[in-house]
């Protein structure tokens, strides 16, 4: 905080003007940092309301379309990677993107778009939720939020791998939530891209055997993806005992 001083004079009983130094602080009020800090957060909930409205009334029927074509343009697989970050960060559901890179691209390389997109998007909606969010939440939710941070500061890269492999836990809701929270931006990259990893493995695998789904090779994938799913789940669990303990 910065400070300067003011030369203000004042008379005495005698008529007299004396000086004196008086300290003022050239920040704004914290109350006016929190009232906008809250603005910025409400703004931010508004935005995303408001696009998850519009998801629900126009769905997502062209939404794979779309990734195709980029997919099968010149671009490709650069093209794809971007337009699938973005995707994620307006909402849209991941799996839709994933099943869609393994249609496009085939295995493994469909599996390096999905992940790549996914992890893009996921960290800039965390940015986006840090720098819209964080300072409002705080000022609203105050212990609560300071009881998460304490948590969380000592589990961090734990916590964040724990929630991805748990499959309940919604994807475009955790990119922006965990940016409202003290996670450090690097360990939730990281725990984030390993977490993803093998139910991005499968769904593209799925993807790139969607033509075929009576054959071996699907159904296979379908009983693996179903057997991630649970022991994911399992091993969160696991994870969060020891992470409590």
Known sequence: MRFF??????????????????????????????????????????????????????????VRDVLTDVGESNWGFAAFVVVYAVSVV???PGTLGTLTAGAVFGFPLGAAAALMGATIGA????????????????????????????????NDFTSILILRLMPVVPFNLMNYGSGLTSVRLSRYVVASAIGMAPATLL??????????????????????????????????????ARAIS
């Open 5 to 62: 001083d003011k030369d203000s004079r004042q008379e005495n009983a005698a008529g007299w003007s004396v000086g004196h130094h008086e300290v003022v602080s050239v920040e704004p009020p914290s109350s006016s940092r929190s009232t906008l800090a809250i603005a910025r957060l409400v703004v931010l909930v508004v935005m995303l309301v408001a696009v998850g409205i519009g998801l629900a009334v126009a769905g997502t029927d062209g």
């Open 90 to 92: 307006v909402l849209l």
């Open 123 to 154: 960290t800039l909606s965390f940015v986006i939720a840090r720098a819209m969010g964080r300072e409002g939440a705080q000022s609203l939710f105050g212990r609560r939020l300071s009881n998460i941070d304490d948590f969380i500061g000592r």
């Open 203 to 240: 769904a593209t695998g799925l993807g790139d055997q969607v033509d075929n789904p009576t054959g071996a090779p699907f159904l296979i994938l379908v009983a693996l993806f179903l057997v991630v799913l649970v022991g994911s789940g399992l091993f969160a669990r696991r994870l969060r």
